[in-house]
Nanobody, 125 residues
């Protein structure tokens, strides 16, 4: 069972930065798609960014500029750098990976993805 593990969340003041990590033990699998999502209690989960098997990163329009997704391929760790944090960035951040070669990235993440348990980011004004 593949279980991504997120880390790096915390409480920061507005204007600060955080780097979230998503570590995946997939020594026997290929990651075809990986994505970062966030969710606030009572609201729908929203996608932040994703990276496909070609290494291309795509960001949601509202996430352009302050979010940077990167990957350490040797260690199978994905990062989400968040700069100039705002109180509205407060959420639980989740990562998900899709190991299916037949899925469409990023839609497959919601269908056949393996999800972590999340890491909390709290931004104070």
């Amino acid at each position: 069972q593949v279980q991504p593990v997120e880390s790096g969340g915390g409480s920061v003041q507005a204007g600060g930065s955080l780097r979230l990590s998503c570590e995946i033990d997939t020594s026997h699998y290929i990651i075809y798609c990986m994505g970062w999502f966030r969710q606030v209690p009572g609201k729908l989960r929203e996608r932040v960014a994703y990276i496909d098997s070609d290494g291309k990163s795509t960001y949601e329009d509202s996430m352009q500029g302050r979010f940077t997704l990167s990957r350490d391929s040797d260690k199978n760790i994905f990062y989400l750098q968040i700069d100039t944090l705002k109180p509205e960035d407060t959420a639980t951040y989740f990562c998900a990976v899709d190991l299916s070669p037949w899925s469409t990235c990023p839609l497959g993440l919601s269908v056949s993805g393996h999800w972590g348990r999340g890491t909390q980011v709290t931004v104070s004004a």
